[in-house]
């Protein structure tokens, strides 16, 4: 069954330090792979996406997430927080039939 | 250019009721996809269209629950004899077309509340 596991529910980190957030999935094909955000009372907003390729792949405000299969993980990495990075974070993996299968969340608190 | 619209953006409603929640695509997206997000928890997906016809909806949770996109564009969201447990969070999202690879705008949501 596919499923997707974010292991930690909250991450506190100060403005400035580096941040990982952990994602690990199951799926029995070649994985599309997504990390959404969500702020309160907003949209969820996609921030990368990995489909094939490079599995380094950049997206929006500066976060990167890496593909290791052998691992099954799809980390979400950014050198340097800011307070407006205050938010859930999403993990998701998209299915043959066009669903998108998330995982729990992770809320990310920064510390100024 | 507008993104994905859902009204009401709150919903308080009582147990036994009905209610309707609505949803805007972005202009041109073919298909809409309905998720359900509980508190604590990540959106699952309810239900999804491909122009007017529901291509899938293997993730309403039992009978009570309809949607409905009767001209491809604009979804009505319908949920029958209201259970304290339906209260979350509905998401909307649309993309271009259907298929893994695309990539869905999601609305901001209608939170509803049963009492």
């Known amino acids: 069954a596919q499923s997707v596991t974010q292991p930690d529910i909250h991450i506190t980190v100060s403005e400035g330090a580096s941040l990982e957030l952990r994602c690990n999935y199951s799926?029995?094909?070649?994985?599309?792979l997504f990390w959404y955000v969500q702020s309160p009372g907003q949209g969820l907003q996609l921030l990368l996406k990995y489909f094939s390729g490079d599995t380094l792949v950049q997206g929006i405000k500066g976060f990167e997430a890496e593909f290791k299969r052998s691992q099954s993980s799809f980390n979400l990495r950014k050198p340097s927080v800011h307070w407006s990075d205050a938010a859930e974070y999403f993990c998701a993996v998209g299915a043959r039939d066009d669903k998108i299968i998330f995982g729990k969340g992770t809320r990310l608190h920064i510390l100024p | 250019g507008a993104g994905v619209s859902q009204t009401p953006s709150n919903k308080v409603t009582e147990k036994g009721k009905y209610v309707e929640l609505r949803c805007d695509p972005i202009s041109g997206h073919t298909a809409l996809y309905w998720y359900r997000q509980s508190l604590g928890q990540g959106p699952e997906f309810l239900i999804y269209f491909q122009g007017t016809g529901a291509a899938d909806d293997s993730g309403l949770p039992n009978d009570r629950f309809f949607a409905v996109r009767p001209e491809g564009s604009v979804s009505t969201l319908k949920i029958q004899r209201t259970e304290r447990g339906d209260s979350a969070v509905y998401l909307c999202?649309?993309?271009?077309?259907?298929?893994?690879?695309?990539?869905?705008?999601f609305g901001p949501g209608t939170r509803l509340t049963v009492l």
């Open positions: 799926y029995g094909a070649t994985p599309y």
């Open positions: 999202a649309s993309s271009l077309t259907s298929g893994r690879g695309n990539e869905q705008f």
